[in-house]
Antibody
Framework: EVQLVQSGAEVKKPGESLKISCKGS????????IGWVRQMPGKGLEWMGI????????RYSPSFQGQVTISADKSISTAYLQWSSLKASDTAMYYC?????????????????WGKGTTVTVSS | QSVLTQPPSASGTPGQRVTISCSGS????????VNWYQQLPGTAPKLLIY???QRPSGVPDRFSGSKSGTSASLAISGLQSGDEVDYFC???????????FGTGTKVTVL
């Protein structure tokens, strides 16, 4: 069974750093994109960025460029999303999802398998 | 703010057909394929339609997608109470060099 298992809920203070994880299983982790999506309380979905674990090619949404870092370790089939200095506005649910693209240029990209999400709460 | 616009809500009675629109531009829907996601309360989104009109295995054929120009639509036929959840369209945007989601539509079964 293809699945993505995300790390547990986090409660942090403003200014602290954080790294959450997403472990894939049941498929060839290196040959699919992994994307991260933010959902703030009561709001819609926001695409943050993606990484191709095979060669670490990484793309960021302009809204999140410089705010977070996406990485992956294909040897342990795990992708990461990290912050160096959290803000209260980072409080949200974060989902990872497997990305597939048949075009090779991302114009037919979609996210077909999702993790259950990691809740991040940032509060003083 | 999202570059893909959806109506905030849509509604219908059981058994009816409901359509949700998704309006974009030449840099996203006009050029690239459209996908639709369904999200039940408190759960992760689920892929409902990919490549404009393809259903993943397990998705009922009551759900169908279409695209024309810079707009796309999701149709739900034979509306059921379990369809009363949120729906999001999405597509790659060449100008932003990123994936964009629609604003989301909540379906209500009257």
């Amino acid at each position: 069974e293809v699945q993505l298992v995300q790390s547990g809920a986090e409660v942090k203070k403003p200014g602290e750093s954080l790294k959450i994880s997403c472990k894939g299983s049941g498929y060839s982790f290196a040959t699919y994109w992994i994307g991260w999506v933010r959902q703030m309380p009561g709001k819609g979905l926001e695409w943050m960025g993606i990484i191709y674990p095979g060669d670490s090619d990484t793309r960021y949404s302009p809204s999140f460029q410089g705010q977070v870092t996406i990485s992956a370790d294909k040897s342990i089939s795990t992708a990461y999303l990290q912050w160096s200095s959290l803000k209260a506005s980072d409080t949200a649910m974060y989902y990872c999802a497997r990305g597939y693209d048949s075009s090779g240029y991302l114009y037919s990209y979609y996210m077909d398998v999702w993790g259950k999400g990691t809740t991040v709460t940032v509060s003083s | 703010q999202s570059v893909l616009t959806q109506p905030p809500s849509a509604s219908g009675t059981p058994g009816q057909r409901v359509t949700i629109s998704c309006s974009g531009s030449s840099s996203n829907i006009g050029t690239n394929t459209v996908n639709w996601y369904q999200q039940l309360p408190g759960t992760a989104p689920k892929l409902l339609i990919y490549d404009n009109n393809q259903r993943p295995s397990g998705v009922p054929d009551r759900f169908s997608g279409s695209k024309s120009g810079t707009s796309a639509s999701l149709a739900i036929s034979g509306l059921q109470s379990g369809d009363e959840v949120d729906y999001f369209c999405a597509a790659w945007d060449d100008s932003l060099n990123g994936y964009v989601f629609g604003t989301g539509t909540k379906v209500t079964v009257l």
